[in-house]
């Protein structure tokens, strides 16, 4: 699970940019980031890729979800704007 985490985190950064998709790609990220996390712990071993995971997937969801955002407002203007 922690390899799955960091490869999302990493594609949730590549995605940001994509609406909604980076937002999906970054929460499924965080969830097995953290599972990974705890299930690392429980075990006694390093878990040095679920940390990576999840910080990588709280960059990617913080910037997904303000990108996300803005190209819902933007759409939402032009629709306005083309109306008038």
């Known amino acids: 699970?922690?390899?799955?985490?960091?490869?999302?985190?990493?594609l949730g950064l590549v995605f940001l940019w994509v609406p909604f998709l980076g937002v999906v790609i970054a929460?499924?990220?965080l969830v097995l980031g953290v599972l990974g996390k705890k299930?690392?712990?429980?075990?006694?071993?390093p878990s040095g890729a679920a940390v990576a995971g999840i910080v990588m997937s709280i960059i990617a969801l913080?910037?997904?979800?303000?990108?996300?955002?803005v190209c819902w407002v933007c759409s939402g203007a032009?629709?306005?704007c083309s109306l008038l």
Do not use: E
């Open 62 to 69: 913080v910037f997904a979800t303000f990108y996300t955002a």
């Open 39 to 45: 299930q690392l712990d429980t075990a006694g071993k």
């Open 27 to 29: 929460v499924v990220g």
């Open 78 to 80: 032009c629709t306005v």
């Open 1 to 10: 699970m922690a390899i799955a985490s960091l490869v999302l985190g990493i």
